[in-house]
């Protein structure tokens, strides 16, 4: 028995390896594995990057201390997207292009799942290389999953720029599908259907389009364009009618700009703010950046300029008398002078304006405005002979103004200067023929 | 790139794109580690597998076999030295930035083509206006003491044109401030007549060209005026420092069109002042550049303008001394998306090969430039993007363009020069003889081979004469200065050289370069004459008007490549007065010269056509 026994514990005599002896070959070998992936896994995930180096000086301090907050946060969370798509965003503000750059891909890197970060960086790239920008953007719209509109309705409008008008088509249509009522994406498939030279269908596409206030003047000139084509051309008119009428269409909501516009704070982006709130009358918005810039720039001409252009707007001359004032105490401005003058026709007081329009004419000899104003306010002084001269120059330096070519004729024609008179009432009703000052003026002057 | 490579690095990419995508989707239940570990390989099979950056495959380059140069750059070795001066630097005033122009004439008639070349550093420099009388070896000789030409000032542009039909070009200056006239009196002077002419434009000048408006035989006058510019607003980048203002924030201005009244022997030119009176005044812009054809197949001339920043406007002739704007439903105005650019040079040009003449126009550089195709007739749409223009190497600030025919193998080609308006970084060296100040806004200039069917190529890479350096790009002039039949390049800067190029490109066809004059005019090119060439089944259209590109004029002469035709069939001209004549075609590779009447009226030919409409009687002195 015990022999046997041996027998059956001895190992064959053939030369297998013993079964312990090959599982430590596995195991080592997974061990060896898994080292190498790790190793290969932390080298290829490399240091933490760092925020790249920005060049400040020069800028105002309050930017120079957003950048630094900016970097620090990245330098607290490097691997974070967000803080490194903060920065971006600071940068990007501050027109710092390829360090923006640089920090939305490590944002998109750190946080793949924010289609924000793409979205910003193709806006980013667009200028130099269009290929990348539309990468991004497609990027952006595979994450996004349409949550947002602005990445699909973005890499619509690039495609459609870059001449790939089926691939624009299915975007703009989806925008469609999910929103009918997009007007934006509505505009981009009329505009599509026209390049394509589809006219009825561009047609079919605009009457939504035609009364939104993001789309009413490209869809009115468009579709003047495709009636004229049509050789229909009442409604050609009276679509370009409608254009000369309404006002610039506005930007189609876009959360990522506004929130990226946030950033871009300082004196130049304030008073451009304003200005362009102003220019769209929206005083409302105006009024706090206008009221920040005097605060913190108060030896700048640019907020009190916005201030006495507010003021004015409001006839609350007296108080725009006062911002120019201080404008000119600050700057020797053509603008400071000249609404100065303005001002003190506003008030009445003629005399005072005279020497103001005069300076203003000064420092540029072809402001026709100036020479006009320069005219009233002689003509308002008592000195009509004086106003003559400057009422031509206006005339000569600004040829489709009205407003000089009546009121000379009218001194004109006092003076007994009636052909002369006549020549230039014409001419007024040539560039306005509904002014009825020019008509009133004419029947006076029938004999 | 061969055809086989293309498809190999397109299908690799393809490959790589799909596995990472994959790849990535797969991952997102992972955690991060082994996200990176997966993709990671994936990527690293791929870059094994031959991914990776592949050559940009996006710019194409379907006529591969444009390997070598079309130009060399000649400056040097012609005699032609000039430097841009702007006056001080430093002061940041928008006009030092937007000139100068140049104009390539023969303005003694010895048949070879002479140069004109503006200065900007204003009225008390020492910097003046440049004449240079190319000899008959090639060279130029500077000869502007005592031309008359030779004045100093804040100089933009220049228009060619024989105002008094006495057979001799005349030259308008174009300024910050003014416009200038100076007649051309043989033996190389020239007289400012300006004032006798009748001719006041006191505001910033850009463009300017010269055509026959009412047909009445006398070359009328459009002066493009840009901006009502203050000089004492002050403009800074991002940072604060000091840099040049852009157009938004000042007004347009009225372009202005002056009305030839005809001269009686011996007698300045007059001018009316018809702004007013033909409804130009009624829609002010910010021109910089001016073309002048017809627009609507009626063949009356028109006036488009590139407005800077703003719609483009297309002034239509009612043929009675009006005109009425219509870019906006001719399809002018806008891009593609419908919005305004900031437009700059023009270049005319049949791209498409339908008969039909298109248009192109530089923008800036985050924009992309506008290609409008006219079709139908009379309507243009903006194709930029179908063109391949899209696709190219790189992206400038564009000025000067023009289309030519610089292979011959019988499609446009394009040209343009490009310089920032704001600083920036440009990597390629620079030109030399740039000014420091301006090396930030040096940028290099292009070119696309066209296919004639209204598709281009980027050929920049192969041109590195041409397209390798950069400055400060603005005019941009073309014309056959060595009379052997290809076309020739000048390039303005500012604050920067002159530049000549010689066209040595690889012929690849024939050519026919076509004078048009008429003698009831003085025997003075046929300004708005439209010329088509028939070889076979094709045909070629161009204009007979010097004045297109930026700031600039043209050898008035038109040159034809015609690819592979050996002779030419007929050669028919629509004359401006709109009577059509049709000349026996002939050899190639020749220059003809075509006088009106001297042809076969195809009125003749074809029937009886109705005459223009009647615009009222006004009696004007005409002379010999």
Redesign the interface.
């Known amino acids: 028995m015990s022999k046997k026994r041996a027998q059956r514990s001895q190992p064959p005599s053939s030369a297998a390896p013993s079964r312990p002896s090959s599982r430590r070959w596995i195991v080592a070998a997974a061990f060896l594995s898994i080292a190498i992936?790790l190793t290969?896994?932390f080298v290829?995930?490399g240091a933490a990057p760092q925020p790249p180096v920005i060049a400040?000086a020069?800028?105002?301090p309050m930017?120079i201390s957003q950048v630094d907050k900016a970097v620090a946060e990245v330098r607290a969370a490097p691997r974070s997207g967000l803080a490194w798509g903060g920065l971006g965003m600071v940068l990007q503000a501050?027109?710092f292009t390829a360090e923006a750059r640089f920090c939305f891909e490590q944002a998109e890197r750190f946080d793949?799942a924010e289609a924000r970060w793409p979205y910003l960086l193709a806006l980013l790239l667009?200028?130099?290389n269009?290929?990348g920008a539309i990468a991004q953007l497609q990027r952006a719209v595979n994450v996004g999953r349409d949550r947002q509109d602005a990445p699909r309705l973005r890499l619509a409008?690039t495609l459609?720029?870059?001449?790939?008008?089926d691939e624009a088509e299915g975007h703009f249509r989806t925008l469609l599908r999910l929103n009918a009522g997009h007007a934006a994406a509505r505009?981009g498939l009329a505009?599509l259907s026209?390049?394509r030279?589809r006219v009825e269908e561009t047609r079919r596409l605009l009457p939504l389009c035609l009364t939104n206030a993001h789309t009413a003047r490209?869809a009115n000139?468009?579709l003047?364009?495709v009636e004229?084509?049509l050789g229909n051309t009442a409604p050609?008119d009276a679509a370009?009618r409608c254009?000369t009428t309404l006002p610039a269409d506005l930007p189609w909501p876009d959360s990522f700009l506004a929130d990226a516009a946030q950033f871009r704070i300082g004196?130049?982006a304030w008073t451009d703010q304003a200005q362009s709130w102003l220019d769209h009358g929206r005083h409302g918005e105006a009024q706090p950046i206008v009221a920040r810039l005097i605060k913190d720039y108060p030896d700048a001409p640019d907020g009190w300029l916005l201030l006495g252009r507010m003021r004015l707007e409001r006839n609350d001359c007296a108080g725009a008398e006062q911002c120019f004032r201080r404008v000119l105490q600050l700057?020797?401005?053509?603008?400071g002078h000249a609404q100065l003058g303005i001002t003190l026709l506003c008030q009445e007081r003629y005399a005072e304006a005279i020497p103001a329009f005069q300076q203003a004419i000064r420092?540029?000899?072809?402001?026709?405005e100036a020479h006009f104003n320069l005219g009233l306010a002689l003509g308002r002084a008592g000195r009509a002979s004086e106003a003559i001269e400057p009422f031509r120059q206006a005339i000569?330096?600004?040829?489709?103004f009205v407003d000089p070519y009546i009121t000379l004729a009218d001194l004109l024609h006092q003076a007994g200067e009636r052909q002369e008179a006549l020549s230039l009432l014409s001419?007024a009703l040539?560039?306005a023929p509904s002014d009825e000052r020019a008509k009133a003026l004419l029947q006076r002057m029938q004999p | 790139m061969s055809a086989g490579a293309t498809i190999y690095w397109a299908a690799m990419s393809a490959y790589c794109d799909e596995a990472l995508a994959a790849a990535r989707q797969r991952c997102s239940r992972l955690k991060p580690g082994l996200q990176t570990m997966l993709v990671g390989c994936v990527a690293a099979a791929g870059a094994l597998a031959g991914c990776g950056k592949a050559p940009d495959a996006s710019v194409p380059t379907s006529r591969a076999q444009i390997s070598e140069p079309w130009f060399e750059e000649i400056t040097e070795r012609s005699g032609l030295h000039f430097i841009h001066d702007t006056g001080p630097t430093g002061r940041y005033l928008v006009p030092e930035q937007m000139g100068s122009g140049a104009a390539l004439f023969d303005y003694d008639q010895d048949g070879r083509l002479d140069i004109y070349l503006v200065q900007s550093a204003g009225t008390n420099s020492r910097s003046v206006n440049r004449l240079f009388h190319q000899e008959p070896d090639g060279r130029f000789r500077d000869v502007s003491a005592g031309s008359g030409l030779d004045v100093a000032g804040p100089g933009m542009g220049v228009a060619v044109g024989d105002v008094n039909n006495d057979g001799r070009p005349d030259v308008l200056l174009t300024e910050y401030g003014g416009v200038r006239l100076f007649v051309n009196q043989g033996a190389g002077r020239f007289a400012d007549v300006t004032v006798a002419a009748g001719l006041d434009n006191p505001r910033w000048t850009t463009s300017a060209a010269f055509f026959d408006y009412d047909r009445d035989g006398w070359l009328d006058l459009v002066v493009a005026n840009y901006l009502d510019y203050d000089p004492t607003v002050k403009c800074t980048d991002a940072k604060g420092a000091p840099e040049f203002c852009g157009p938004h924030g000042f007004p347009g201005l009225v372009t202005k069109l002056f009305h030839n009244l005809g001269v009686a022997s011996g007698t300045p030119p007059r001018f009316e002042d018809v702004t007013v009176s033909s409804g130009l005044a009624q829609a002010p812009g910010a021109a910089l550049g001016v073309v002048c054809a017809d627009f609507d197949g009626d063949h009356w001339p028109d006036i488009f303008l590139a407005d800077d920043g703003r719609p483009n406007r297309l002034f239509i002739n009612q043929r009675n001394g009006a005109f009425i704007e219509e870019a906006m439903v001719r399809g002018v105005a806008f891009n593609a998306m419908g919005q305004s650019a900031g437009n700059m040079g023009i270049a005319i040009g049949d791209v498409d090969g339908n008969g039909a003449f298109d248009l192109f126009v530089t923008h800036l550089a985050e924009e992309q430039h506008g290609l409008w195709q006219q079709q139908p007739r009379g309507f243009f749409q903006d194709r930029m993007g179908a063109s391949g223009l899209a696709r190219q190497g790189w992206r400038g600030t564009g000025f000067g363009a023009v289309f030519a025919d610089f292979d011959l193998d019988g499609a446009l080609d394009l040209a343009f020069v490009n310089g920032r308006v704001k600083r920036g970084k440009e990597t390629a060296p620079l030109v030399h003889g740039v000014q420091p100040f301006w090396a930030p806004y040096a940028q290099r200039s292009q070119l696309f081979a066209g296919d004639g069917k209204g598709g281009f190529c980027d050929v920049a890479l192969a041109n590195s004469a041409f397209c390798g350096r950069a400055t400060v790009g603005r005019g941009l002039a073309c014309g056959d200065l060595d009379n052997d039949g290809a076309v020739d390049l000048l390039v303005t800067s500012t604050g920067g050289p002159a530049q000549l190029f010689r066209n040595v490109a690889p012929r690849r066809g024939h050519w026919l370069a076509v004078r048009a004059i008429s003698s009831a005019w003085g025997g003075r090119d046929a300004y708005g004459a439209e010329i088509t060439v028939r070889t076979g089944g094709r045909r070629w259209w161009r204009l007979v008007n010097p004045g297109f590109g930026y700031l600039s004029s043209n050898d008035p002469r038109v040159h034809f490549g015609l690819g592979s035709a050996g002779a030419v069939d007929a050669v028919e001209v629509l004359w401006p007065d709109g009577t059509e004549e049709s000349f026996p075609g002939g050899a190639v590779d020749r220059f003809l010269i075509l006088h009106k009447g001297a042809g076969e009226s195809t009125d003749k030919l074809r029937g009886a056509r109705q005459p223009p409409p009647a615009k009222s009687a006004s009696s004007k002195p005409k002379g010999c």
Do not use: C, M, W, Y
């Open positions: 992936a290969v896994h290829r995930r400040t020069g800028f105002e930017i501050h027109e793949p667009g200028e130099e269009a290929a409008q459609f720029e870059a001449g790939r008008l505009i505009e026209h390049a030279s490209r000139t468009l003047a364009q004229r084509q050609a370009l254009v004196r130049k700057a020797e401005v053509v603008n420092l540029k000899p072809d402001f026709g000569r330096h600004s040829p489709n001419r040539r560039l």
